[in-house]
């Protein structure tokens, strides 16, 4: 095995299959990757972090070329502290590139030696969005194709302990 090695940033609330898609292509490319969880997002979560580091862990626990790890502040900072250069995101649709785009510009503005890339969702995943899941099942609907089985049962109890 090389030494190749990328970052998956994201806030995981919670993780879906389109993650973990995205993670394993991600596998494909690179050696190694680190799973980076932002810690103190300005966006308000639905898990706490620990909960959602212990879904991520759940899902990826057994694979020892995944690391699940976190970050706080800038995820370039993060990066510079772990001397890694790459940066690995999904890009679901066109709506996304602006937003991926300008991240990825910004972050390089910030060090130089950052470099994204991107990789290309199945087709069965490039709809979903945590957002959306969380959404559904507040109102009572399910997605067991779209989340894992431990992601399906927390956002179950969530709502329930929330009725
Ligand atoms: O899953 P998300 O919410 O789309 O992930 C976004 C994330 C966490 C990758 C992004 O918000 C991020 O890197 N935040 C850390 C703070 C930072 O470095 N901001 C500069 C972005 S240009």
Do not use: W
């Amino acid at each position: 095995m090389g030494n190749s090695i990328a970052v998956c940033p994201g806030s995981f609330d919670p993780v879906t299959n389109g993650h973990i898609d995205i993670i394993k292509r991600a596998l494909v490319v690179f050696d190694r990757v680190i799973v980076a969880v932002l810690k103190n997002s300005s966006k308000t979560g639905m898990f706490d972090f620990d909960e959602r580091l212990d879904m991520l862990r759940t899902v990826f626990g057994d694979n020892d070329r995944i690391e699940i790890d976190f970050f706080d502040g800038l995820l370039v900072d993060y990066m510079k502290k772990k001397k890694i250069k790459v940066i690995a995101k999904g890009l679901r649709a066109i709506s996304d590139f602006e937003v991926e785009f300008q991240m990825a510009l910004m972050n390089r503005e910030v060090d130089l030696e950052i470099e994204t890339v991107f990789l290309v969702p199945s087709v069965k995943y490039s709809f979903v969005s945590s957002r959306f899941v969380k959404e559904i099942y507040r109102m009572g609907g399910e997605l067991k194709d779209i989340v894992p089985e431990i992601v399906d049962r927390k956002l179950k109890e969530k709502f329930q302990s929330i009725k």
